[in-house]
């Protein structure tokens, strides 16, 4: 299973579509295998969530993300979990695990950012 998530360097970013980066998880048996960072092509509505799927990502990652964003993924088959902060790579293991849950933190006011992730 590959599992992306949108970042901030190596912490879980706040908003999915204004990360810096977006970090790729290959798991394999409940493990994680490899990992690579892919800086944010952009942020433009609609084109995150098919760049992410197109990729291979069956899981996305992040603090808060804009219901836009949350529809695309699931018309792509993708699970979303939001609400989650910290470490990637402690997020990624807790999701492995069972433990990490999708909080549906919706970002309503992109200018207001501060809001996502709660």
Known sequence: MKIAVAAMGKTVAGHFGHCENFIFFETENGRVTAEN????????????PNF???RGAQVIIAGGMGGGAV????????EVIIG???????????YLEGRLK?????????EHQGECGK
């Open 37 to 48: 960072s892919v800086p944010n092509p952009g942020h433009k509505p609609g084109f995150l």
């Open 52 to 54: 992410l799927a197109d």
């Open 71 to 78: 529809e695309i993924f699931n018309e792509r088959g993708v």
């Open 84 to 94: 989650a902060q910290g470490d990637a790579g402690a997020a990624v293991e807790a």
């Open 102 to 110: 999708s909080t549906g933190s919706i970002c309503h006011e992109h």
